[in-house]
């Protein structure tokens, strides 16, 4: 029974810190922030954007260093610990992140074939159409599962064995290296891409729109909303990963320090990142004698449709800045993709007193078969559906009850202490009455937003969906909180 209980500890900081670093910076920072600053007022979105991270991203980060630090164990256990009722709660926070990851992947799997094209433009004249009809064979509806997208498919096995690989083996061993090697490394990178698209001709028309200031806009609550909803998920907040990898610190670790270095980096990253983003789209814009706001997009249509077009009339440059980005996509991935699977398998180890091994093979196991759905001819319809039901349903849902478990139920003095004990810097009541009052409030009107937004079309094939993903993320939960510890 003693080493069911031994927990694993980074073998240092810095590790620890690029493991973090890694679970936040994903493809929100590199397709979600640009577009989202540029349609909340440009330079003025900064200021609601740093309101958002003094007001929701470091407190609610610094609750759950607190509890990772304080209890060395996963949120389900800790939840049990408080009340076994609020187990349930935990199951379904590392659920909705287990999920995430099996259609995350997926995206990956798209970049991975085209670091592969970008070495020869292989997506054509037209990559718009290369992308929906050539490679994914999009259909709009469920009639393109029985299509099976082959080299999504072989894309997936790679990351998925690539998963297993790290997340099987020694924490240190595993996520440590790999994050303390990729992340430096996509940096470096993304340096070299930005500081080229600076460079191109009509730069300046894409970052002016960055930094034009839209004043009226500050008064507008839609822009807030969207600040906070950028932080949210720009930072992985309340899907237990942050709880996960604080549980593995070391005592004497400042905890203050480095919540404040992750967010600082994170942050830095994607405004840093959208100089680039904008600056290679004004060139679009200035070349083709396109408007800027008929290019500007976010998501797969920035990645995988605008880049490849830009690339296409950049010339041999493109040979070098293509793979690069690409690249530096796949690593902002893969670190992120290791991150959604801790939760899950520290849940699993710890209660069922099963190896870290077994539990990252089985996990990868079933994600691996989950996310075979996303490799269909629907998979493209069927992953914008999951991702939106999952974002503003599940992790709002869940940032909300654990404000409320940590912030009413426990005593949350008890993790101010924690706080205040290991770090330099001391919080005071202004942070607990954050937690308490102020991110719950918040994020309550931007979860019934985001739920109205979801029913809002009245698509049949959207509700069935739904109502199917409701119906997981409350059964299966419910089943490994009655299932008997080991």
């Known amino acids: 029974m003693a080493n069911e209980k031994k927990v694993p500890v980074w073998d240092n900081n810095f590790s620890f810190l690029m493991a973090m670093i890694g679970a936040a910076i994903g493809l929100g920072n590199i397709w979600g922030y640009p577009y989202v600053a540029y349609t909340n007022g440009g330079g003025t979105f900064l200021i609601p954007y740093l309101c958002a991270i003094f007001i929701l991203g470091l407190p609610f980060l610094f609750l759950e260093y607190s509890i990772g630090f304080k209890f060395k164990t996963s949120l389900s256990e800790i939840l049990k610990k408080i009340k076994p009722k609020f187990e349930v709660l935990g199951w379904f926070v590392a659920l909705i992140s287990f999920l995430i990851l099996c259609y995350y992947v997926c995206i990956i799997g798209w970049d991975l074939i085209y670091i592969i094209l970008s070495f020869f433009k292989g997506w054509g004249s037209n990559p718009s159409a290369f992308l929906t009809n050539s490679l994914l064979h999009s259909h709009n509806g469920f009639s393109g599962l029985s299509y099976i997208v082959w080299p999504v498919v072989v894309s997936l096995v790679f990351i998925w064995f690539l998963i297993w690989a790290i997340s099987r083996t020694d924490l240190n061993s595993g996520i440590g290296r790999v994050t303390k090697l990729l992340i430096p490394l996509l940096v470096i990178m993304m340096v070299i891409i930005v500081l080229y698209s600076l460079t191109l001709s009509g730069s300046n028309i894409g970052y002016s729109y960055l930094l034009k200031p839209q004043w009226s806009m500050l008064l507008s609550p839609s822009v807030w909303l969207a600040a906070f909803g950028q932080i949210l998920f720009s930072l992985s907040l309340g899907m237990a990963v942050i709880t996960s990898y604080t549980s593995y610190l070391p005592e004497g670790s400042d905890l203050i320090k480095n919540g404040f270095i992750v967010v600082a980096s994170n942050c830095g990253f994607e405004v840093f990142t959208a100089f680039g983003v904008f600056s290679i789209i004004g060139f679009m814009s200035f070349s083709q004698g396109i408007p800027f706001n008929q290019i500007i997009t976010q998501g797969v249509g920035l990645i995988f449709v605008v880049f490849p077009t830009v690339l296409n009339i950049m010339g041999n440059y493109a040979y070098i800045i293509g793979p690069l980005f690409f690249l530096c996509i796949f690593f902002a991935g893969i670190t992120t993709t290791i991150s959604f699977l801790e939760p899950l398998s520290l849940a699993i180890n710890r209660k069922f007193n099963i190896s870290r091994k077994s539990a990252s093979t089985l996990l990868c196991l079933v ?111 419910s089943i490994l909180t009655i299932l008997p510890e080991r």
């Open 367 to 477: 994600g691996f078969g989950i996310s075979l759905i996303f490799a269909t001819g629907s998979g493209s319809y069927l992953l914008e559906i999951c991702d939106s039901f999952l974002n503003q349903f599940g992790i709002l849902f869940g940032i909300i009850c654990q404000c409320i478990i940590f912030g009413w139920y426990y005593k949350i003095d008890d993790l101010l202490n924690v706080l205040n004990n290991n770090s330099k810097l001391n919080m005071g009541k202004f942070w607990t009455n954050i937690i308490k009052y102020v991110i719950p409030i918040i994020l309550f009107i931007v979860w019934i937003t985001g739920l109205y937004g979801l029913f809002a079309s009245g698509n049949i094939n959207y509700i069935i969906i739904q109502l199917i993903l409701a119906l997981v993320i409350i059964i299966v939960p």
